[in-house]
């Protein structure tokens, strides 16, 4: 429940900072938010725009938020050894060499993110290093790995950007049939209304998001299995039914290796149970 509202907070905050540059550009160009070929356009651009914002800083995000430390020298040989892992992985899936990281937690998780493949991260916990064997770690890796060459970070942020955009559209023209009139229109609750109809369609709207992240999960195991082996990615699986809850929250976890279980509801969950995903390796050839 703490990573789902987490996740949602993340995204809702960068829509609704845009939608407050976008509702003084509205102001000063004279735009009706009423429902326009032009306030669709200016929606598109400032949805587009907030996901991208997002995907560029991503990066530097996880970095902030997790405490990663960038492995440039190695400090030991299990830090050397995930140096050259992740180097031969890159080079057998066809993408440039990943920053490679390290962050503090307990619990078994890493993730890959960054705006490109050519900027991208991949980090691991001290938890999962600690509780899993070399193969299984492997598996891990080339898991991540997979999110990269596959394109998942630019993906998931094209599909933020259409939601952000009929988020925000839909807000304002469902605001302005509420308040009717042009003296109402431009008034502090009309705005008010306007932010609060993009947070209610904003968190229906992640059932849209979280869908393709649970796509593209089924897709980055299939992508480890071919990298490193159908049965390490399905071992490294089941090593993670055996531990702890995710700890990582907010965009990250879109591309966390483990997602917990939501009490919510299917719909709401950013990771296929690990049950499901073991069954789809299993059935693969």
């Not at 009929?166 to 009717?180: G, K, L, P």
Request: with cysteine.
């Amino acid at each position: 429940m703490k990573r789902i509202l987490l996740f949602l907070a993340t995204n809702l905050a960068i829509l609704l900072v845009v939608s407050v540059v976008f509702n003084i550009v509205i102001a000063a160009t004279g735009i009706d938010a009423r429902g326009s070929a032009g306030l669709l356009i200016f929606c598109a651009l400032f949805g587009f725009g907030g996901a991208f914002v997002s995907l560029w800083i991503s990066r530097w995000m996880a970095i902030r938020s997790t405490g990663a430390r960038v492995i440039d020298q190695p400090r030991n040989q299990s830090e050397e050894w995930l140096l050259k892992m992740v180097q031969k992985q890159a080079q057998k899936a066809g993408i440039p060499m990943p920053q490679v990281a390290v962050y503090q937690s307990p619990s078994p998780n890493a993730f890959a993110t960054g705006r490109s493949k050519n900027h991208s991260l991949v980090a691991v916990s001290t938890g999962l290093l600690q509780s899993m064997n070399a193969d299984e770690v492997e598996a891990v890796l080339a898991h991540e790995v997979s999110h990269i060459a596959n394109g998942d970070m630019v993906t998931l942020t094209l599909i933020q950007g259409v939601v952000n955009t009929f988020v925000m559209f839909f807000a304002r023209i469902i605001a302005s049939a509420i308040a009717r009139g042009d003296n109402q229109r431009g008034s502090f609750a009309y705005y008010g209304l306007v932010m609060l109809l993009e947070v209610v369609f904003g968190i229906l709207a992640s059932v849209i998001v979280m869908w393709f992240s649970r796509q593209r999960e089924f897709r980055a195991d299939a992508g480890s299995a071919d990298l490193a082996g159908k049965q390490k990615m399905i071992a490294a699986l089941r090593r993670l039914q055996q531990g702890r809850e995710s700890e990582l929250d907010g965009t990250m976890l879109a591309f966390g290796i483990k997602g917990k279980r939501s009490t919510i509801g299917r719909l709401f969950m950013s990771h296929p149970p690990l049950e499901e995903r073991i069954h789809a390796l299993e059935q693969r050839r």
